[in-house]
Nanobody, 124 residues
Framework: QVQLVESGGGLVQAGGSLRLSCAASGRTFSSYHMGWFRQAPGKEREFVAA????????SYIDSVKGRFTISRDNAKNTVYLQMNSLKREDTAVYYC?????????????????WGQGTQVTVSS
């Protein structure tokens, strides 16, 4: 069992930056693939970024490549999402999620554990 708690969301102007944090507790954090997802009003939840349990591979949705960076600090059991050059279309609730290391980290359905989400609002 893994418990995830996101923080760092808020209101920011277009072009600004935010860093989201996801604090994990429970089972061995370093043995899970970790991902960030988001859900905008009226839309389905979508994949944003993820990396494998060993950090060797990362993936980003095309719309955030070059602007967002996912990282983890295993010593702190924390995953981060650094978001730069934010756009209005980045407005959404952002969720942190974890998938077992033996699963397909690119398959959203493999993510078993989810946080409660943190709101990011980008104003023009």
């Amino acid at each position: 069992q893994v418990q995830l708690v996101e923080s760092g969301g808020g209101l920011v102007q277009a072009g600004g930056s935010l860093r989201l944090s996801c604090a994990a507790s429970g089972r061995t954090f370093s043995s899970y693939h970790m991902g960030w997802f988001r859900q905008a009003p009226g839309k389905e939840r979508e994949f944003v970024a993820a990396f494998t349990w060993n950090g060797r591979s990362t993936s980003y949705i095309d719309s955030v490549k070059g602007r967002f960076t996912i990282s983890r600090d295993n010593a702190k059991n924390t995953v981060y999402l650094q978001m730069n050059s934010l756009k209005r279309e980045d407005t959404a609730v952002y969720y942190c999620a974890a998938a077992r290391s033996g699963s397909n980290w690119l398959d959203r359905r493999q993510y078993e554990y989810w946080g409660q989400g943190t709101q990011v609002t980008v104003s023009s």
